[in-house]
């Protein structure tokens, strides 16, 4: 991969987008790719970010609940233990997982398994600190 649009494009063929415009896409991450028995999913989001207007990155996140319920020292605790691929964030009113990466020479397993692993550190999270799967 080498750029946004061909990003795009693979995600398109690959999951199933929920939203989309110029600079993001919202895909739902179905967990049934992996084990046909498990219907659990995850909003993922996929963010075009340029850096010195010349490097094109993408950010992989993805919302798993309000910041104003969780006990964000817990939480981040939890975060710096049991995580290897995301960074926590608060964006807006929520609480996100994120992991970003660099376009040029992108292979696709440098894409596909970072985001199964955030997806699935999300869903874990989300269930563990606001008892549900909302997002």
């Known amino acids: 991969m080498a750029t946004w649009g061909d990003l795009a494009a693979y995600v398109h063929d690959t999951y199933d987008v929920i939203s989309e415009n ?17 219907e ?29 319920k969780v006990d964000l020292s817990a939480f981040l605790t939890e975060v710096g233990n049991s995580t290897i691929a995301c960074g926590a964030a608060i964006m807006g009113d929520h609480v996100v997982l994120r992991h970003s990466l660099p376009l040029k020479d992108l292979d696709i397993h440098e894409f596909t398994d970072p985001l199964a692993l955030l997806a699935g ?15």
């Open 22 to 38: 110029e600079d993001e896409i919202r895909i739902l991450f179905n967990f049934e790719q992996f084990d046909e028995d498990d």
């Open 40 to 68: 659990r999913t995850q909003v993922i989001i996929l963010v075009r970010e340029v850096l010195d207007k010349l490097h094109e990155w993408v950010q992989i996140a993805s919302p798993i609940g309000l910041a104003s």
């Open 121 to 135: 550190t999300a869903d874990r999270l989300e269930e563990t600190f606001f008892g549900g799967d909302d997002y």
